[in-house]
């Protein structure tokens, strides 16, 4: 009886550490769901690469050429460097007044003239004289009026027209006479035409004022050749060439002109239509009788 009740023992014993062990070893249902839904997050997790945001597009301003042209001002001055060599040159005389229209400090409308006189003397006793006046007209285009609204460097294209008159006066000496023969020989009322290319700078240097330096690139179209005298020299464009180089130096003053901005006009609605009340209509006038 011993031994059976010790066999009882040890086999309770031994289911007893078995089923402690499978319960360690087995999961909970609460280990269980913890698992799948870790599993499940592992396998559900991607990696979405999305691009990136495109970029704003930067706002350019609007180009100036949009932009209407309205009048900027006046400009009124003289190109000195001609007047300049007439104070060193006795022979060579020049004045010349220039006129500006600004448009937006883009397009410049320019009007110039002026008279000049130049003499040439021969070493064979002989005087060449050219005088009369001259005058331009063209436009100019400012090839820094997005960077400067005052300063500018630019081109243009111009046309020219003189009107002059030349003389020679000469003396020939030991003739077959064995004298001296003067003479005058006059042509009036002569012209000359051209196109000018123009390339130069203006730097305000002061409030208004103006200055720089111009290059001229002068082609004649048109000139009298006189019927007894060639004339050598045409007022305002130079030798009587077929093309022709100068410089010149501007001083300009520049008289600014203000737009008067015309006024809107505000129309103010109701917001509610006003309803027109019907006028009480006046009651008929009682005629004046005799009572009866």
């Not at 004339?231 to 008067?260: C, Q, T, W």
Request: charged residues 25%.
């Amino acid at each position: 009886m011993k031994v059976m009740q010790g066999l009882v023992v040890l086999v309770g014993v031994i289911l007893l550490v078995g089923h402690i062990a499978q319960a360690q070893t087995t999961p909970t249902k609460k280990d269980q769901t913890k698992k799948d839904t870790s599993t499940t997050v592992k396998s559900t997790t991607r990696i979405n690469v999305t691009p990136p945001p495109p970029r704003p597009k930067k706002k350019t301003k609007p180009d100036s050429l949009r932009k209407p042209l309205r009048l900027a001002g006046f400009r009124l001055g003289a190109d000195i460097l001609p007047t300049a060599f007439g104070a060193f040159d006795q022979r060579f005389t020049s004045y010349q007044g220039t006129f500006e229209i600004l448009l937006n400090n883009k397009y410049f409308i320019e009007l110039s003239g002026g008279v000049e006189q130049r003499i040439r003397q021969g070493v064979s006793n002989y005087t060449y004289s050219s005088q009369g006046f001259y005058g331009r007209m063209g436009i100019n285009y400012n090839m820094l009026h997005r960077k400067s609204k005052d300063d500018a460097i630019y081109v243009g294209l111009h046309f020219g027209y003189a009107r002059f008159d030349n003389d020679i006066s000469y003396t020939i000496t030991n003739t077959a006479n064995g004298g001296d023969v003067s003479g005058l020989i006059i042509e009036k009322q002569l012209m000359g035409t051209w196109l000018e290319g123009n390339f130069g700078f203006k730097v305000e240097l002061f409030k208004n004022l103006y200055m720089g330096p111009m290059f001229r690139v002068k082609v004649k179209l048109t000139g009298s050749e006189g019927e007894l005298l060639y004339p050598n020299d045409i007022p305002g464009y130079g030798v009587n060439n077929a093309a022709n180089f100068a410089f010149g130096y501007h001083i300009l003053y520049r008289i600014p002109f203000k737009s008067k901005k015309r006024k809107r006009r505000i129309i103010i609605t109701p917001s509610t239509p006003i309803k027109k009340t019907p006028s009480t209509p006046t009651p008929p006038k009682k005629d004046k009788g005799d009572g009866r």
